[in-house]
């Protein structure tokens, strides 16, 4: 037992296996902040949107700024840059004064400074800021009209397609309307409502769900549900949607007290899963190329290259055997695959719950792990059995590659040409004759996995081409079992 169990360790703790556990992370992590990278254009933690108010006593100007993250939580410490002059169509009577300064611990920056200047003043402000630095363009031009207490945008207001800015007045209030993200759903979109402390609201929100978004100047009470009464001058709204609402619009609606709708916005609701995007992320790269360079590269330089070269045949003494020295080595491996896989895919859910706020849901976790799993095994297999017939290591590893090349990176093409070929045209059989193809590489499992939890390949019921969870077991069986079984059996069979 002694001579098995420090062979497993050696195998555990080799400088390759330690090498292709970190590679497992890096690939892992990249194609995780690619997924939400492609998902949103914004990290909403590190994006910063800054919403300026004036307010004018005893003759003073009050700038307030008061700045939140995508997720709409108080942002402190950001420095924001903003100049005060007067309104005036005359560039050249304009004298700009600069306000710049940090907010405090709730997110707010205030600035009073004499009122020096005509009843109308314009603030030129940056909107958005991306991890502190603040993005050109955007830039605030308020006005504000002293004599009668009055704020409102001139020209070009600022504008992001993550997050959303909007305002409306109400009986000479002013308020925002943010589009923020749901952490506990990047599917969703929430508003921040947020009024400046110097004023007061009072205005109820409805909304309805719609196939096409809605906009409209009124309202009609049996189309729409009534959400909440907003008085608070910092406030949130979260529609409630399910499943049944994938793809539709969810359009939110302002409204006073005279049912006058001052305010009309809205977002289309597409059901975003952390784990979905992650799957359709590492079914590319890392399933058809990554996976199989793993399982089929780790068995030759443990295994394949001991075994030609004549290193083997000098720890071959009782009571090592061939066979026993076979289990130690193809057991090292599946363990190093089990634990790189589960590390890589925990620092990947980490990264999606860092930019989504959602982790990847157990069932999903363990269906990317057992595909991939069973894939290294797979290809891993296959190189122990090969070197159980071939006698030089240029052979096996010619032969690994070839694994490589056609099983892994051809295969999807090869198992569209070959039905083609073949004159296979009606849709059931193709697809049939396609997936039964597929399943001769365990590059293809992870693939066949997903279209088990989906119901759905390539547009077509996946229980009537005989997808279930038997199938789907049996394939991952025959490919974890059959290749390292029949190597098993013939390298005992030399010790006979």
């Not at 292709?20 to 910063?48: E, K, M, N, Q």
């Amino acid at each position: 037992m002694k001579p098995f169990i420090y062979d497993i360790k050696r195998t555990l703790t080799g400088k390759f296996t330690i090498i292709i556990i970190i590679l497992l992370i890096i690939v892992t992590a990249l194609s995780a902040y690619t997924a939400v990278s492609v998902t949103s254009s914004r990290d909403p933690s590190g994006t910063s949107i800054v919403m300026p108010s004036i307010s004018s006593k005893n003759g003073n100007l009050t700038i307030t700024e008061y700045a939140v993250n995508g997720y709409g939580n108080p942002v402190s410490g950001l420095t924001t840059h903003a100049y005060i002059y007067n309104y005036t169509s005359s560039p050249k009577s304009i004298n700009p004064m600069e306000i710049t300064g940090k907010t405090n611990a709730n997110g707010y920056f205030n600035k009073t400074i004499k009122n020096s200047f005509d009843a109308c003043v314009v603030l030129n402000l940056t909107a958005y800021y991306d991890h502190g630095v603040a993005e050109p363009g955007q830039v605030y031009h308020l006005t504000y009209n002293s004599t009668s207490n009055q704020q409102y945008f001139t020209g070009y207001i600022p504008n992001s397609p993550d997050f959303a800015l909007n305002y409306f007045n109400n009986k000479g209030n002013f308020t925002y309307l943010l589009a923020i993200q749901n952490k506990s759903d990047i599917s969703q979109t929430g508003y921040l409502v947020y009024t400046p402390v110097n004023y007061n609201i009072n205005v109820n929100v409805y909304y309805n769900i719609t196939s096409e978004p809605y906009y409209s100047s009124t309202l009609n009470m049996k189309n729409v549900t009534s959400y909440k009464t907003i008085a608070k001058h910092i406030d949130f709204i979260n529609i409630p949607v399910s499943k049944t609402d994938q793809d539709k619009f969810v359009n939110v609606y302002i409204v006073n007290s005279t049912k006058n709708v001052i305010l009309n916005t809205n977002y289309e609701y597409v059901n975003i899963k952390p784990g979905a995007i992650l799957n359709s992320e590492l079914s590319t790269f890392f399933g058809i190329l990554f996976i199989p360079i793993l399982g089929i590269f780790s068995a030759y330089y443990y295994y394949s290259r001991d075994k030609m070269s004549g290193v083997m045949e000098s720890i071959l003494v009782r009571p090592v055997t061939r066979g026993k020295l076979f289990i130690s080595r193809f057991s090292g491996n599946a363990i190093s695959f089990i634990a790189g896989l589960l590390i890589a895919l925990g620092v990947a859910d980490i990264i999606l719950y860092k930019y989504t706020g959602s982790f990847i849901s157990s069932g999903t976790f363990m269906d990317l792990f057992a595909g991939y799993l069973v894939e290294a095994v797979g290809f891993a297999g296959l190189m122990y059995l090969v070197s159980q017939f071939i006698k030089t290591q240029g052979q096996v590893l010619g032969v690994g590659i070839a694994f490589l090349f056609i099983l892994g990176f051809m295969w999807s093409t090869l198992i569209l040409l070959i039905p083609l070929i073949l004159h296979i045209s009606a849709a059931s059989s193709f697809y049939r004759d396609e997936l039964i193809l597929g399943s001769i590489s365990p590059a293809y499992y992870p693939q066949l996995i997903t279209a088990f939890k989906s119901g759905v390949y390539d547009g077509i019921s996946a229980p009537s081409l005989g997808i279930n969870i038997i199938s789907v077991i049996a394939v991952g069986l025959i490919w974890v079992l059959i290749p390292s079984a029949l190597a098993l059996y013939f390298a005992r069979k030399h010790d006979n």
